[in-house]
């Protein structure tokens, strides 16, 4: 399987990405935690990691935007590509688990998910539940209707 290189991020995005939520813990000042990549210029994927903040009350979680630099500075196996198709989660000990597996390993760490855990964990339903979380998240632009500002351009289009 061929690997797509990271394309080059322009600084201003990174910005942009990092503005739109600068209460969210940042991994570069929270070394001891897993670590939630999502991309930061989606409206949808805002929300739910604004949620999954509320409800990380021991503080286990940071977030980084996949269009961060720190991303590919310090996950170079995870391309563009990969980032952009589901969400992320690196645990402490750097296990990558993506989509629904993602999913499932939050459902354990945060009590609020505890009650998704008994149908996250259903013996071989994982692939029922990746296939659920790709078909959300391949509609994710649209689900959230447009982007905000930074969206105006035309560049989401690609997404619709």
Known sequence: ??????????????????????DLQHPAEQSDSDIVIFDGNCKFCHQQVQRLKRWDSKGQLSFVSLHDPYVA???P??????????????????LR?????AIRYL??????MWWLMP?????????IWQ???????????????????SCDDGSCEIHF
Not at 119 to 127: T, V
Not at 137 to 149: H, L, V
Request: charged share 25%; glycine share 4%; net charge positive.
């Open 1 to 22: 399987m061929t690997q797509v290189a990271n394309p080059p991020t322009d600084p201003q995005d990174e910005t942009v990405s990092r503005r739109a939520a600068p």
């Open 119 to 127: 149908w996250l964990h259903i013996p071989f339903s994982l692939p």
């Open 97 to 101: 688990l993506g989509g629904a597996a």
């Open 107 to 112: 459902s354990r760490k945060l009590p609020r």
């Open 131 to 149: 296939w659920g979380y790709k078909q959300v998240a391949k509609r994710r632009y649209k689900i959230s209707q447009k982007m905000d500002a």
């Open 73 to 75: 500075e310090h996950f």
């Open 77 to 94: 196996d995870l391309t563009h590509d990969q980032m952009m198709e589901q969400l992320y989660v690196v645990n402490t000990s750097g």
